[in-house]
Nanobody, 119 residues
Framework: QVQLVESGGGLVQAGGSLRLSCVAS????????MGWYRQAPGKQRELVAT???????NYADSVKGRFTISRDSAKNTVYLQMNSLKPEDTAVYYC?????????????WGQGTQVTVSS
């Protein structure tokens, strides 16, 4: 069964940190570039970071230098370490497939994890 399960969100003050986790089905995880996406209220979902099976990473300009994406093949898990959080980072965060530095999600999504940054 194909699954994407995100966790680790919460409420944090501006300048704080959070670490998100996403456990993906083995087939999805092993062959794909994985990405973290986010969707803020009233806005389209956007891709913020990607990591290839080999560990190469890409970041949206808005998070570069503050967020770090990584993956653990043994655990089928992709992480997003978020530092120096800003109120504009408030969104529901999702993981899904990506392609290079581009959005390329499957048709299904996990439940996401809410990140709220207070000013």
């Amino acid at each position: 069964q194909v699954q994407l399960v995100e966790s680790g969100g919460g409420l944090v003050q501006a300048g704080g940190s959070l670490r998100l986790s996403c456990v993906a089905s083995g087939t999805i995880f092993s062959i794909n570039t994985m990405g973290w996406y986010r969707q803020a209220p009233g806005k389209q979902r956007e891709l913020v970071a990607t990591v290839t099976p080999g560990g190469s990473t890409n970041y949206a300009d808005s998070v570069k230098g503050r967020f770090t994406i990584s993956r653990d093949s043994a655990k089928n898990t992709v992480y997003l370490q978020m530092n120096s959080l800003k109120p504009e980072d408030t969104a529901v965060y999702y993981c899904n497939r990506a392609f290079g530095s581009r959005s390329y999600p499957y048709d299904f999504w996990g439940q996401g994890t809410q990140v709220t940054v207070s000013s």
